[in-house]
């Protein structure tokens, strides 16, 4: 009985030791919730940048529809996915910088000119692609205001 306790022990000390090992390598569940609607942001900007590239015709419908999904996207209440302690000094996995938290007033402000962006572009990109085009330049520069002022570059 003796032999198989002292094993059993370590193996379940091993164990434990490993899933808190694992635990501190997974990102924070608010990181990756605000990554995962960055990343449906650019699913949506892809679909129009497309099309405002020639890539892929021009088509009314798709474009209304990726447009109305960013005014949606847009106008999410994303505050619990800005938890202080998730900046990039202070976790691992994220861009976002501090000056978030001590700037959350001009975040905000950047956020209802992003959403004024997307109603412009849902707006516009169901009519043509000229007037498609010019929409997602007022939302781009939104969009890169706020990444240029809080958001590390890339590595």
């Given at each position: 009985m003796r032999l198989f306790v002292k094993p059993a022990v370590l193996g379940l000390a091993a164990a434990l030791l490993a899933g808190t090992t694992l635990a501190q390598d997974m990102p924070n569940p608010a990181i990756k919730a605000r990554q995962s609607v960055m990343a449906l942001r650019g699913f949506e900007l892809g679909i129009l940048g497309a099309m405002a590239k020639g890539d892929v015709p021009y088509d009314a419908e798709v474009a209304a529809k990726a447009a109305?999904?960013?005014?949606?996207?847009?106008?999410?209440?994303?505050?619990?996915?800005?938890?202080?302690?998730?900046?990039?000094?202070?976790?691992?996995?994220?861009?976002?910088?501090?000056?978030?938290?001590?700037?959350?007033?001009?975040?905000?402000?950047?956020?209802?000119?992003?959403?004024?962006?997307?109603?412009?572009?849902?707006?516009?990109?169901?009519?043509?692609?000229?007037?498609?085009?010019?929409?997602?330049?007022?939302l781009g520069a939104a969009c890169t205001a706020c990444h240029k002022a809080y958001r590390a570059p890339a590595s």
């Open positions: 109305g999904n960013l005014v949606l996207l847009s106008q999410l209440d994303l505050s619990a996915m800005w938890p202080e302690g998730t900046d990039n000094s202070a976790a691992s996995g994220t861009r976002a910088l501090p000056d978030i938290w001590s700037n959350f007033d001009d975040v905000a402000a950047k956020a209802g000119i992003l959403n004024e962006a997307a109603l412009e572009l849902q707006a516009a990109a169901g009519t043509d692609l000229e007037s498609m085009k010019a929409a997602m330049g007022n």
